[in-house]
């Protein structure tokens, strides 16, 4: 199992990148996909997520391997904006496919947690004049811990 | 040339540069301390948790310099956001 990485540049249609990949598949009963949308909060103007080209690939792809040891996958699809983006744009989609539906959705909320609070993007809020520096929640940390057992 | 790239807070210091190390510049170690000297600001931000450095990709820890060279791409970054 491949897994396909997409640091995407420019906005991307989520329905129609999971319609490719669901295409691919052959053995597949279940397929779980999670699309993460800039959160429209009061007085947010845009998000700019960073990465380090070549690095946040590898490191994704180590996360994507990872539920691949856990589940048996057919398939992993990870596509993350970088760049400016407006509140409800689509900023993350993952989709996990596996034989039974189980795995999938395991799959599925465990990348998510892992790129949440793992992924080397770098993220700034812009709301008016002001800019900040975001890190990861307490929660989203919380989250991944789930796994750690 | 040295490439160096900063990502998050760092950004806020330098901008990408590329410049030749100083002589008595030779490890990981080194270099922190002269961008310590010289790069206003980087300082604070290398002390902040979660500041990382990269040599060629490859993350340092602070206790176990390496060797860095006019053709390495060094990168600093500050505490990751996530996705």
Same mark, same amino acid.
């Given at each position: ?15 129609? +990148? =999971? ?19 800039? +959160? ?6 845009? =998000? @700019? =997520? ?23 996958? @057919? ?25 039974? +539906? +189980? ?47 | ?14 901008? *990408?540069?590329?410049? *030749? ?9 080194? #270099? ?26 490859? #993350?340092?820890?602070?206790? *176990? ?5 006019? *053709? ?12």
């Amino acid at each position: 199992m491949t897994p396909i990485i997409d640091i995407c540049e420019t906005p991307f249609d989520p329905e129609a +990148r =999971l319609a490719a990949f669901r295409n691919r598949l052959a053995q597949s009963g279940g397929l779980v996909s999670f699309t993460g949308i800039v +959160r429209g909060e009061d007085g947010l103007d845009a =998000l @700019e =997520l960073s990465h380090f080209e070549g690095f946040t690939q590898a490191h994704i792809l180590g996360i994507a391997r990872n539920a691949a040891k856990r589940w048996p996958l @057919e398939g992993v699809l990870i596509v993350h904006r970088v760049g400016k983006m407006a509140p409800n744009e689509p900023i993350v989609l993952v989709a996990a496919a596996s034989k039974h +539906r +189980r795995e999938a959705f395991e799959a599925a909320d465990f990348l998510m947690d892992y790129l949440k609070s793992e992924a080397p993007f770098w993220k700034q809020e812009y709301s008016g004049e002001t800019r900040r520096w975001i890190e990861p929640r307490m929660r989203d940390k919380a989250d991944k811990k789930r796994w750690e057992t | 040339m040295a490439q160096f790239l900063f990502f998050g807070r760092f950004k806020d210091v330098s901008g *990408d540069l590329a410049m *030749d190390l100083p002589r008595a510049v030779s490890s990981s170690h080194d #270099l922190i301390e002269w961008l310590s000297e010289t790069l206003e600001g980087f300082s604070a931000e290398w002390q902040r948790p979660g500041a990382r450095m990269a040599v060629n990709k490859e #993350l340092i820890i602070e206790s *176990d310099p390496v060797s860095v060279a006019d *053709d390495d791409e060094i990168a600093f970054m500050s505490a990751l956001s996530g996705g």
